[in-house]
């Protein structure tokens, strides 16, 4: 399980060193390989190849509809399959890192099966603009959180 923020920094080749607690945990239950992706272009999504292959088998299982497609092809054009290096480190792709100004300081997200890359001043922002509601929490109370 991912938790947390744990901030870090893009380097200039577009190289993301992997926070301590969350390599760790890539260690014991992933191995080096990942797919790097987004659903918006707003931010990285790293999900351990493991979690990913449980999404595609879902995908596969799913009957074809517009959802699926919008879902692959979003996907796909910011995906690429990464290998972590020696050092704890994942190549954003050039694509994902340019759409979702990932240079620099980010904020790296554990959500639960995946990590996510954001622009730690963006990020903030989202959080001010758009912050936990009373709607939101009775929401999350209807299924048992």
């Known amino acids: 399980m991912f938790r947390g923020n744990h901030p870090a920094r893009v380097d200039e080749k577009g190289r993301l060193k992997i926070p301590a607690d969350f390599k760790r ?4 239950l992933y191995g080096p390989q990942f797919f790097i992706t987004s659903k918006d272009g707003k931010r990285a999504e790293l999900y351990p190849m493991k979690e990913w292959e449980r999404i595609e088998d879902a995908l596969a299982k799913a009957p074809s509809s517009a959802a699926k497609k919008k879902f692959l092809d979003v996907t796909n054009y910011y995906g690429q399959v990464v ?4 050092q704890g480190r994942l190549l954003i792709p050039q694509l994902l890192r340019e759409a979702a100004t990932l240079a620099s300081d980010v904020a790296v997200l554990g959500m ?19 912050p936990l509601t009373d709607a939101d929490m009775d929401a999350l109370g209807a299924a048992g959180i």
């Open 83 to 86: 290998e972590m290096d020696a």
């Open 25 to 28: 945990r890539v260690d014991e």
């Open 112 to 130: 639960q099966t995946y990590l996510a890359v954001a622009d730690d001043k963006k990020h903030k922002a989202s959080l001010e603009e758009n």
